[in-house]
């Protein structure tokens, strides 16, 4: 396992001439989840963009896995880093184990050895029962599963969650809790998660960091950040939600 899963250094990012990130700084120890929190807009989304070179014009220093992140999303993600947009696409047409065939060959095309559908379903049992359903048929929250699932397939070795309990029922958030906090320990993964669900965040990751308007207001492990209520009234619109 990397020493460092992440790290960002003074990272800038632009939307055409629109500036949307001011200077982030991050650092993920292998095997460890950090969390990026903060309001709609706050550049968590542009945070994981700036990781994959996607979408974005950036500046500052990222490395992954132990390299300095060059070249397109491709390239990234051939490195070993899963990413889950929050746009949460998976192929309509196809059932779920297609869906999940595809991408196991898309992991070991990377040279990697994909994980067993029976290990993926043992993870997120939610898969179980949808596994011979079409994505059509799929609500948005059993979709969002899907989409998540089939990163863990590919086995990367590091993920990138953009608000997985977005829009997902309570039962299926409890159960993507499971998985997340799971995969560390299981496949010495490391994961970056952008949420706004504290609940989840509070049981899955090690060190937090809050994002205000592009910028990093906050940073601290998941303990300081749970005794900060301060934080949370500032900056997390605590009880809007
Ligand atoms: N594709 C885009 N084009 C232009 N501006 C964008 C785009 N995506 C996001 N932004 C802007 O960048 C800023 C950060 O957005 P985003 O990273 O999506 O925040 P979050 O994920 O925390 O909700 C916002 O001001 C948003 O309007
Ligand atoms: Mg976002």
Request: glycine residues 12%.
């Given at each position: 396992?990397?020493?460092?899963?992440l790290r960002m250094t003074g990272v800038e990012a632009w939307y055409g001439p629109a500036k949307a990130l001011f200077g982030i700084d991050l650092e993920?120890?292998?095997?460890?989840?950090v969390?990026l929190l903060g309001r709609n807009g706050a550049g968590k989304t542009t945070t994981l963009r700036s990781v994959m070179n996607l979408m974005v014009r950036r500046t500052g220093d990222i490395?992954?896995?132990?390299?300095?992140a060059?070249?397109?999303?491709?390239?990234?993600?051939?490195?070993?880093?899963?990413?889950?947009?929050?746009?949460?696409?998976?192929?309509?047409?196809?059932?779920?184990?297609?869906?999940?065939?595809?991408?196991?060959?898309?992991?070991?095309?990377?040279?990697?050895?994909?994980?067993?559908?029976?290990?993926?379903?043992?993870?997120?049992?939610?898969?179980?029962?949808?596994?011979?359903?079409?994505?059509?048929?799929?609500?948005?929250?059993?979709?969002?599963?899907?989409?998540?699932?089939?990163?863990?397939?590919?086995?990367?070795?590091?993920?990138?969650?953009?608000?997985?309990?977005?829009?997902?029922?309570?039962?299926?958030?409890?159960?993507?809790?499971?998985?997340?906090?799971?995969?560390?320990?299981?496949?010495?993964?490391?994961?970056v998660?952008a949420?706004?669900?504290?609940?989840?965040?509070?049981?899955?990751?090690?060190?937090v960091l809050v994002l205000e308007t592009g910028r990093l207001v906050y940073s601290?492990?998941?303990?300081?950040?749970?005794?900060?209520?301060?934080i949370?009234?500032q900056f997390l619109?605590?009880?809007?939600?």
């Open positions: 396992m990397t020493a460092t899963a993920l120890r292998g095997g460890e989840t969390a490395e992954v896995l132990g390299e300095p060059k070249g397109g999303a491709d390239a990234i993600a051939r490195r070993g880093v899963g990413w889950v947009p929050d746009d949460r696409r998976i192929f309509p047409t196809l059932t779920v184990r297609e869906n999940l065939t595809l991408a196991q060959k898309a992991g070991r095309s990377k040279g990697r050895e994909p994980v067993a559908l029976d290990e993926v379903v043992e993870i997120l049992p939610i898969m179980g029962r949808l596994i011979d359903r079409r994505g059509s048929a799929l609500s948005g929250g059993e979709q969002q599963a899907v989409a998540i699932a089939r990163a863990i397939v590919a086995r990367p070795r590091l993920l990138l969650l953009d608000e997985p309990t977005e829009g997902l029922a309570p039962v299926i958030v409890d159960e993507l809790e499971r998985a997340v906090a799971d995969l560390p320990g299981r496949f010495g993964m490391s994961i998660l949420e706004q669900n504290l609940t989840f965040v509070q049981s899955v990751a090690q060190q601290g492990t998941a303990e300081q950040f749970a005794a900060d209520p301060g949370k009234e619109a605590i009880g809007t939600r």
